[in-house]
C-alpha cells in the first residue's frame, strides 16, 4: 500500500475574507486521495515572539504549530504583502519556526496570489530569505504566481474556476514530487 504524503497548508493572512486563505482553502477542497492536507489556523493565537519563550516548553500555540509541519511532508505557503514585505503576525509565525528543526530539509513552496502587476514579489524575497534560515529546502518549481482575482471566490470562500483549481493542483503535484535519483546511482 502506497503511504499518503501530508501536505501542510498555512495562510499568511487573518483576514477573513482573504483570497490567500481562499487559495489554502481550496487546495485542501481539490486534495484528492493522493494527498493528505492538514490546514494550520492558529496564527492569530500565537504569542509574540521572543527568544527567552523560544524554549521547552514551548508555549502551547507554537507547540502545535511546531508539531503539525514537523508531521508533514511538505508545506505550502499563501501570503499577502503589506508594505512591501510579509504581514507582521505571519513574520511572528516565520520567527517561532527558525528555532525549531521542524522546517529543516523539508519541501517548501508558496502561491503569490496577488493581482498586482508587480505581485507579492517583497513578501515572496523575505519568504524566501527566512525559509533560508530554517534549512527549508524550497522548490522553486512550486514557487509560484497564480492571480486570483477577488470575484474568483465564491461564498463558501472557495476557488471555483476550474483553470485556477487545475493551476493550484499542479502546484501540489510539483510539491509532492519525488526527486529524480542522481545519475550513477
Known amino acids: 500500500m502506497?503511504?499518503?504524503?501530508?501536505?501542510?497548508?498555512?495562510?499568511?493572512?487573518?483576514?477573513?475574507a482573504s483570497t490567500n486563505s481562499a487559495?489554502?482553502?481550496?487546495?485542501?477542497?481539490?486534495?484528492?486521495?493522493?494527498?493528505?492536507?492538514?490546514?494550520y489556523e492558529g496564527?492569530?493565537?500565537?504569542?509574540?515572539?521572543?527568544?527567552?519563550d523560544d524554549q521547552d516548553p514551548l508555549p502551547a500555540e507554537v507547540g502545535r504549530l511546531?508539531?503539525?509541519i514537523a508531521e508533514a511532508d511538505a508545506?505550502?505557503?499563501?501570503?499577502?504583502?503589506?508594505?512591501?514585505?510579509?504581514?507582521?503576525?505571519?513574520?511572528?509565525?516565520l520567527d517561532w519556526t527558525v528555532g525549531g528543526i521542524e522546517i529543516s530539509d523539508k519541501p517548501v513552496g508558496w502561491i503569490n496570489a496577488s493581482v498586482a502587476p508587480t505581485g507579492a514579489a517583497g513578501a515572496h524575497a523575505a519568504l524566501r530569505t527566512v525559509l533560508g534560515y530554517t534549512?527549508?529546502?524550497?522548490?522553486?518549481?512550486?514557487?509560484?504566481?497564480?492571480p486570483v482575482p477577488r470575484d474568483a471566490v465564491d461564498p463558501s470562500g472557495l476557488i471555483t474556476d476550474p483553470?485556477?483549481?487545475?493551476?493550484l493542483t499542479g502546484v501540489v503535484t510539483t510539491l509532492l514530487e519525488p526527486e529524480p535519483a542522481s545519475l550513477g546511482q
Open 135 to 146: 534549512g527549508a529546502r524550497v522548490i522553486d518549481a512550486a514557487a509560484v504566481h497564480v
Open 163 to 167: 483553470t485556477l483549481r487545475s493551476a
Open 75 to 93: 508545506l505550502l505557503i499563501c501570503t499577502p504583502e503589506y508594505a512591501g514585505d510579509l504581514p507582521g503576525s505571519f513574520k511572528n509565525l
Open 23 to 39: 487559495v489554502v482553502r481550496t487546495i485542501a477542497d481539490v486534495a484528492d486521495g493522493r494527498v493528505r492536507t492538514v490546514t
Open 66 to 68: 511546531r508539531t503539525l
Open 2 to 16: 502506497t503511504r499518503i504524503p501530508t501536505l501542510a497548508l498555512i495562510s499568511g493572512s487573518l483576514r477573513g
Open 43 to 52: 496564527m492569530g493565537a500565537l504569542p509574540h515572539f521572543n527568544p527567552d
